[in-house]
């Protein structure tokens, strides 16, 4: 059975730059068996009703700016599955989660920059999934845990975000030295994720230290992945940190394996 990962993606220079990270996640992609196909939740794609896609065929979403036109040149033509999707609708029936089909949307960046660099070749089917930061950890979890039994069917999970995420606090030059409130809150994530301690973890913002920061009332939709990857590996409940480092003096990038 593959474990599920929370993965974060980053800034989108990720996708065209060679560093400590991006090979990380290019050896990855080979350390597991492969998958039969990816569903994938994306910090990207927020939406009030949880979306499943049912695409024939994907485009690639620019959904940034301000960047090398390198980057908007790059195509990632991932294929979908309706056998796949069918079977997620299903589960959500069955455990009463409500749910909406999408025939048209394309992989957001959230999506495409990790998907890229696991598997550059496009060639495992996808089912990208949106996120709804409005729901409570404890809803997010549930529609993780419903997927639960796809894992055993080797279908890889991954929820695509940011544990620290925080454009406004960014030091743009660089400098290579981390904030202090970063890693304070980085070291308590993950001793509650180790412990699995989801009654911690679903008070994170009034107990994590540093919560407003790390995770600003504006931009919680990159943390909340890691609880429908977490939730995802439910029948396991084992949590181990594969890799973190850091740009931007405290934006995290961090890759979670559950189970």
Do not use: C
Not at 51 to 73: K, P, W
């Amino acid at each position: 059975m593959l474990p599920s990962y929370f993965i974060a993606h980053g800034a989108p220079l990720i996708a065209i730059e060679t560093n400590e990270y991006t090979q990380f996640l290019n050896d990855l992609g080979s350390t597991w068996p492969r998958p039969k196909a990816i569903i994938l939740f994306s910090a990207h794609w927020e939406s009030s009703a949880q979306q499943v896609s049912n695409v024939d065929q994907y485009s690639t979403i620019y959904d940034f700016g301000g960047f090398s036109e390198e980057l908007f040149r790059i195509q990632y033509p991932a294929k979908g599955d309706q056998e796949i999707a069918k079977e997620i609708q299903e589960l959500f029936e069955k455990q009463g989660i409500s749910y909406e089909v999408d025939a048209n949307r394309g992989l957001d960046h959230g999506a495409w920059v990790v998907l890229r660099l696991l598997y550059p070749n496009a060639d495992i089917p996808v089912i990208s999934m949106s996120v709804n930061p409005s729901l409570s950890p404890e809803e997010q979890y549930k529609i993780g845990k419903s997927l639960v039994e796809l894992r055993k069917k080797d279908v890889l999970i991954i929820g695509s975000g940011g544990t620290v995420h925080n454009l406004r606090a960014l030091n743009w030059a660089d400098n290579g030295e981390v904030d202090d409130w970063a890693l304070n809150f980085e070291e308590w994530l993950a001793s509650h994720l180790k412990n699995w301690d989801l009654a911690s973890l679903y008070k994170y913002q009034s107990l994590a230290p540093a919560a407003s920061l790390a995770v600003p009332p504006y931009g919680n939709e990159h943390f909340v992945p890691i609880f429908y990857a977490m939730g995802a590996a439910d029948d396991q409940q084992t949590a181990k940190l594969l890799h973190r480092s850091y740009r931007y003096g405290n934006l995290s990038h961090s890759v979670w394996q559950f189970g």
